[in-house]
């Protein structure tokens, strides 16, 4: 079993749809929780970044974190054609004081017109 | 344009050539990484470094050497080219590697390996 599980989608909704990407874990040691957000051919770039449980909101994204259940999500509300990538998530922890992370392999999210 | 600049951004090579695929930013960045992507894997770390002059080895390191002469560059070395390294590779660069510091990552190099 991998440490982060994502399933690979494809995700197909209608533009103006509420998204809801998912990701479990199994490392309880896992503090910090980040989304990435990847166009085709091109490389992720950070969407958001929350740490430890709880919700965090930047427009029409919201990330929540549920470590009782080891359980991340994304939400995207009023989604757009714009919004078509695949969505990583990536999470850390302290060991030894690295904060390398661990992805998962990804979620390609296609919104149609 | 600040960020990560990766050349090239495609090869082809022959089983047993070596390159250099290189990887330069100009934020000031003092971690450097290099990962590999393939369907179905996910983002595999190679190779990372923490600052100019210290690297060190990442998930899937066979195969590949670095260096980290300068706090901007960081290039990646194949020393004798697979077809089990046909993949997209792609440099990231973190001002520190700690928390609340996500990774900017390059456009990638895709690379082909025959």
């Known amino acids: 079993q991998k440490e982060v599980e994502q399933d690979p989608g494809p995700l197909s909704v209608p533009e103006g749809a509420i998204v809801s990407l998912n990701c479990t874990y199994s490392n309880s040691a896992f503090q910090y929780f980040m989304w990435y957000r990847q166009y085709s051919r091109k490389g992720p770039e950070l969407l958001m970044y929350t740490y430890s449980s709880g919700n965090k909101e930047d427009g029409r994204f919201t990330a929540q974190v549920d470590k009782s259940s080891k359980y991340i999500s994304l939400f995207i509300r009023d989604s757009q054609p714009s919004d078509s990538a695949t969505y990583l998530c990536a999470m850390s922890g302290t060991s030894g004081g690295s904060y390398i992370p661990t992805f998962g392999r990804g979620t390609s999210l296609i919104v149609h017109p | 344009n600040a960020g990560v600049t990766q050349t090239p951004k495609f090869q082809v090579l022959k089983t047993g050539q070596s390159m250099t695929l290189q990887c330069a930013q100009d934020m000031n960045h003092e ?39 300068t706090t901007e560059d960081f290039p990646l070395r194949l020393l004798s080219a697979a077809p089990s390294q046909t993949s997209v590779y792609f440099c990231a660069s973190s001002y520190i590697q700690g928390p609340g510091y996500g990774y900017t990552f390059g456009s990638g190099t895709r690379l082909t390996v025959v």
């Open chain 2, 31 to 69: 971690y450097m990484s290099w990962y590999r992507q393939d369907p179905g894997m996910g983002l595999r770390l190679i190779h990372y470094s923490v600052g100019a002059g210290i690297t060190d080895q990442g998930e899937v390191p066979n195969g590949y050497n670095v260096s980290r002469s």
